[in-house]
């Protein structure tokens, strides 16, 4: 249940207490006249019979409202980065009590504090790409950490890879928009799969982008597969360049596998590289879900 609907909903079930409880008295009230007629008197016993039942209709709905809020509140949150780097990023769009939020990375999973398993656990992987490291593969290392912990069976909703979230697109933009130039675009590098599809979470990225910056040049390129980023660099028609890298981390790739502004130059533009994708979340805090 939501929070902003809990407020009102235990208020409305407050009211029909007080309401109930204040109809009862009155008509406790009425019953001790001495020269209260018997078909009146029938009749306020009834109203008395009522106004109990709606005043324990309220009392069952406040208990219901707040044991569903109370499930709610039992959930755990657990937060799988790629690599130690990515361990401090957090789930845009979502808020999450603290004392209820677990970090690990797969290559401290098996050493890692998990979450009990008294209530149900949201796995967020914090992973630019869906593939065989934030499906198979973490599948598989929870079931082991956990195991080993002596939870054989944890109750684990797995949510989308950070990279489907539309907050990137958002905060890209935001961040994109002051630096274009008369024929500019964007230049889109993701890292690529070896899987026989390509993850869909870069071209879902840059169709985003180009609904929030309409009139701009979105091209997608990756360093690991087909179309490589060179190649896509040199066909755009744009004459300024902004390289966006579509990475969870500042790291190796950043530094040998973009095209740099001599290879931008080269072919007759300018390029001017962008943070990783994931790191514009920092400057451009969506508001939280309630």
Known sequence: MRRPLTRPLLLIGALMFICALTGSVYCGIKLSEPTLPAEREAHLRLLIYFHFAVAQAAILCIAAILYLRHRRWRRYYLLVSYNERG????????????????????????????????????VYPMFMLSGHSSGTKLESALAAAFAAQGHSNPNLYFQPVLGASPWLAKAAAAHIRPLLQHKSGVLVVAHGSKLSEPPPE???????????????????????????????????????????????????????????PQAAEACGKTLLRLPVVAALLHSHEPPAEP
């Open 202 to 260: 870069p071209a879902l990225f840059c169709r985003r982008l180009r609904e929030l910056l309409p009139g701009t040049e979105v091209a997608l390129g990756y360093f690991s597969q087909q179309p490589e980023c060179s190649a896509v660099l040199r066909s755009m028609q744009a004459e300024h360049v902004l390289l966006l890298p579509f990475l969870l981390t500042e790291g190796l790739h950043t530094t040998r596998d973009l095209p740099t």
């Open 87 to 122: 361990l401090q990023l957090n789930p845009p769009g979502i808020r999450m009590p603290s004392a209820r939020v677990y970090r690990c990375h797969l290559g401290n999973l098996s050493s890692s504090e998990l979450p009990p398993p008294e209530a149900p656990v949201l």
